[in-house]
């Protein structure tokens, strides 16, 4: 049964924002360290961001001040806003627990199928 489902990606021209969506109905998120991870075509799983259970958050130094991680009010909830989108930022984009790893970015049947961020330049 997969565990998570994201949402809320898209086609966009260079410049555009889009914001993803992460859902689990039997996660607290608020306990966890959650991540968004992306994958490119013909490259490696990267974390892009992370959300301690202490509300802390950090960013791969290539989204550093352009995407923003946080936490819906219900807790079950995980976004991910991207704002300044280049054609680098392509790839498909999935939420897990840092526990998870980047091994996320394969185990589509456990935590959920990601979703597609088009960039066009």
């Known amino acids: 049964e997969t565990q998570l489902v994201e949402s809320g990606g898209g086609s966009v021209q260079t410049g555009g924002s889009l914001r993803l969506s992460c859902t689990a109905p039997?996660?607290?998120?608020?306990?966890?360290?959650m991540q968004w991870y992306r994958q490119a075509p013909g490259s490696k799983c990267e974390v892009v961001a992370t959300?301690?259970?202490?509300?802390?958050?950090s960013y791969a130094d290539s989204v550093e001040g352009r995407f923003s991680i946080s936490l819906g009010s219900a807790n079950n909830t995980l976004y991910l806003q991207m704002d300044s989108l280049t054609p680098e930022d392509t790839a498909v984009y999935y939420c897990?627990?840092?526990?998870?790893?980047?091994?996320?970015?394969?185990?589509?049947?456990?935590w959920g199928q990601g979703t597609r961020v088009t960039v066009s330049s």
């Open positions: 959300r301690s259970s202490f509300g802390t958050t």
């Open positions: 897990g627990p840092a526990y998870v790893g980047l091994s996320r970015c394969r185990k589509v049947n456990d």
């Open positions: 039997r996660f607290n998120f608020d306990d966890l360290d």
